[in-house]
Nanobody, 122 residues
Framework: QVQLVESGGGLVQPGGSLRLSCAASGSFRSIYTMGWYRQALGKQRDLVATITSADTTNYNYADSVKDRFTISRDNAKNTVYLQMNSLKPEDTAVYYC??????????????WGQGTQVTVSS
């Protein structure tokens, strides 16, 4: 019913930039949060950035990416973007798009993209 389509991953050198995009399709409530999470090899999945669909936009960034990454949205297209600048090798991970609609019986009501690989290396 709901599908998240990601694009923009790839290989870049340290200091380079990438722009990820994620488009959500299907039927879901109009109030939601979209965001990006990442998981490096042997590591847990961590939040990168989130953005709300409310008229008053709220942002949430991991400390490790503040001032380097920027999340933005196009609500008409149900699409979020992640502009990644000044990339570092430690940013290397699989990046997952997330659509969060709330909670049901204490469990997240959300959908995930398939993940896109971002590799920062010389």
């Amino acid at each position: 019913q709901v599908q998240l389509v990601e694009s923009g991953g790839g290989l870049v050198q340290p200091g380079g930039s990438l722009r990820l995009s994620c488009a959500a399709s299907g039927s879901f409530r109009s109030i939601y949060t979209m965001g990006w999470y990442r998981q490096a090899l042997g590591k847990q999945r961590d939040l990168v950035a989130t953005i709300t669909s409310a008229d008053t936009t709220n942002y949430n960034y991991a400390d490790s990416v503040k001032d380097r990454f920027t999340i933005s949205r196009d609500n008409a297209k149900n699409t979020v973007y992640l502009q990644m600048n000044s990339l570092k090798p430690e940013d290397t991970a699989v990046y997952y798009c997330n659509l969060h609609l709330g909670t049901v019986l204490g469990r997240p009501w959300e959908y995930w993209g398939q993940g896109t690989q971002v590799t920062v290396s010389s």
